[in-house]
T-cell receptor, first 113, second 108 residues
Framework: GAGVSQSPSNKVTEKGKDVELRCDPISGHTALYWYRQSLGQGLEFLIYFQGNSAPDKSGLPSDRFSAERTGGSVSTLTIQRTQQEDSAVYLC???????????FGPGTRLTVT | AQRVTQPEKLLSVFKGAPVELKCNYSYSGSPELFWYVQYSRQRLQLLLRHISRESIKGFTADLNKGETSFHLKKPFAQEEDSAMYYCALVEYGNKLVFGAGTILRVKS
């Protein structure tokens, strides 16, 4: 079956613009995670969902970041008023119920100019 | 506070040499730890889990609670082992936190 998919694969935006990043998890995976990958910072946890609810939003860097998940499936990560420091690869992952064996998507490379 | 520490950003070894990628963790409960790997132009993927005590692609990792370590080892490195390796810890619930990663370069 298909793995985790993310769109767009690349996004270049001007500082101050809003962006939306999309994640389609593997069917049947109830948990969905967002991470940010940048040089020297490793994988930074942003948020995770169990079903449609987000038990832990502690990783979101600022109130410019938000995420939602609908129908227990697709998730959207929104960054408002983008800043240059938001430039990174945003990774989505999903897992089966009761496990933390994560299946990762290919990522969205965001560049803020 | 740093929960997972990978002290080496880059580890360079010759083919056939032993490899040890270091990981230390900070966690008050009973830890659940993983190693993930990202090969060039591929997705991040699970390599191994401490609870299964398995050997994958010749790699093993032993949890040492006394030293709070979960180092990844392989007796003889191969060129195809070159990749970015991340150590990860399950925090409360199902939150998985990662270290900063170590780039392994195996030279011929």
């Amino acid at each position: 079956g298909a793995g985790v998919s993310q769109s767009p694969s690349n996004k270049v935006t001007e500082k101050g613009k809003d962006v939306e990043l999309r994640c389609d998890p593997i069917s049947g995976h109830t948990a969905l995670y967002w991470y940010r990958q940048s040089l020297g910072q490793g994988l930074e946890f942003l948020i995770y969902f169990q079903g449609n609810s987000a038990p832990d939003k502690s990783g979101l860097p600022s109130d410019r970041f938000s995420a939602e998940r609908t129908g227990g499936s697709v998730s959207t990560l929104t960054i408002q008023r983008t800043q240059q420091e938001d430039s990174a690869v945003y990774l989505c992952a999903s897992s089966l119920p009761g496990t933390v064996w994560l299946y990762f998507g290919p990522g969205t490379r965001l560049t803020v100019t | 506070a740093q929960r997972v520490t990978q002290p080496e950003k880059l580890l360079s070894v010759f083919k056939g040499a032993p490899v040890e990628l270091k990981c230390n963790y900070s966690y008050s409960g009973s830890p659940e730890l993983f190693w993930y790997v990202q090969y060039s132009r591929q997705r991040l993927q699970l390599l191994l889990r401490h609870i299964s005590r398995e050997s994958i692609k010749g790699f093993t990792a032993d949890l040492n609670k006394g030293e709070t370590s979960f180092h990844l080892k392989k007796p003889f490195a191969q060129e195809e082992d070159s990749a970015m390796y991340y150590c990860a810890l399950v925090e409360y619930g199902n939150k998985l936190v990662f270290g900063a990663g170590t780039i392994l370069r195996v030279k011929s």
